[in-house]
């Protein structure tokens, strides 16, 4: 009798002991909270058809005037990063019906940009930014004289650029705006006189939100 009553409390106690280890296991686990992840910025499509620039070149006589240049150019604007492809060009006539020389010069150039100020509120947003310019530029000379013509072309030549700059936008609603940009640069080649020549740009157009 005293066996069969040690072997009971025995018993007894060995699951008293498994039945709290039996419901530690199968307690659910904790579920962890998610933070929602921010939305992710916009792309801005920003396409200027109105551009004008300024540049201030010296002439055969060693003194300094200006050319105008007009340009047209298209970016992508990603937080404060952008990239800006423009096109620019420039036509000079000198003569007359008899003999005349006609100089046009043609430049591509890819920017990239970064908005290093930026503001923004319901009505609009500014930025002011700086930028690296990299691309090739054509000049082509025709020269007319008693009705026959010869045309010189120098081919493709590498430019380089620094840009420094203000923008301005109005909004429209909430997927269009109006931009307006405002630049100093100084642009750089081999035979450019100065070198580098300074310019500036002022350059209107209109800003598209992609997503």
């Known amino acids: 009798m005293k066996k069969l009553a040690l072997l009971l409390a025995l018993l007894i ?12 296991a199968e307690a659910p686990p904790t579920s962890k909270l998610k933070m929602p992840s921010p939305p992710e910025a916009p792309v801005d499509l920003q396409v200027y058809p109105l551009g004008v620039e300024m540049r201030y070149e010296r002439n055969e006589n ?16 990603k937080k404060n990063l952008a990239a800006l492809i423009e096109y620019s060009r ?5 003569g007359n019906s008899t003999s005349g020389v006609n100089l046009t010069h043609q430049e591509m150039l890819l920017w990239g940009e970064w908005h290093f100020v930026q503001s923004e ?13 990299l691309g090739a530029y054509n000049e082509e ?18 430019i380089s650029a620094l840009k420094l700059g203000a923008s301005a936008g109005y909004n429209l609603n909430h997927t269009w705006a109006l931009v307006a940009a405002l630049e100093g640069r100084a642009l750089f ?14 350059r209107v157009g209109f800003s598209y939100k992609l997503k």
């Open 62 to 77: 060693q003194e300094f005037e200006t050319h105008n240049f007009m340009n047209f150019a298209f970016a992508l604007k």
């Open 13 to 24: 106690s060995t699951q008293s002991y498994a039945q709290p280890a039996a419901g530690r």
């Open 141 to 158: 000379i025709k020269t007319t004289l008693m009705g026959a013509s010869q045309t010189d072309d120098g081919g493709y030549k590498v």
């Open 189 to 202: 080649a081999s035979d450019f006189d100065p070198n580098p020549i300074p310019s500036g740009v002022l």
């Open 90 to 94: 420039y036509t000079q006539d000198s």
């Open 121 to 133: 509120a319901p009505e609009g947003f500014m930025s002011i930014y700086g930028g690296l310019g």
